[in-house]
């Protein structure tokens, strides 16, 4: 599948072909701290898939559980994480952040990893309160 998307304040835009049936959650502390939420939705894309077509991501390089270096790329104007990379020379695989993708509706998490650390309210969030915009109407 063919996606396009941006960041949150369009300085990066980016291109890159995906399959819908690899996008995953994951709940691990890592993804929950870098995303500021309660677990991160990526889609995976491989080198030579993936097109940066306009700025330029800053880096942030961070040592995951295994020992392996990831390589965090995210808009240096507005923050918006882009995606993770190994930092190693070898071919690389881009795992873009779902929510920059304008296609998002149409990606459908099939898979959640590191479960041991999900936060226990995201596996029934259906019960909870629901409002078309804020609480207040806007």
Not at 11 to 32: M, N, S, Y
Not at 39 to 57: I, M, N
Request: charged content about 25%; hydrophobic content about 25%.
């Amino acid at each position: 599948m063919e996606i396009n998307g941006c960041c949150h304040c369009g300085f990066i835009t980016f291109e890159a072909d995906v399959d819908p049936e690899e996008v995953r959650l994951c709940h691990c502390t890592d993804c929950q701290t870098l995303s500021g939420s309660a677990f991160r939705a990526t889609v995976p894309t491989r080198q030579g898939a993936f097109t940066l077509r306009s700025g330029e991501v800053k880096n942030y390089v961070k040592i995951g559980t295994s020992g392996a270096r990831r390589r965090h790329g995210f808009c240096p104007e507005c923050g918006s994480p882009i995606y993770s990379t190994s930092e190693d020379d070898g071919p690389k695989v881009y795992n873009l952040r779902v929510g920059t993708i304008h296609q998002r509706r149409e990606l459908v998490p099939r898979t959640q990893i590191w479960c041991r650390s999900a936060l226990p309210w995201t596996t029934d969030i259906k019960t909870q309160e629901r409002y078309e915009m804020g609480p207040d109407g806007r």
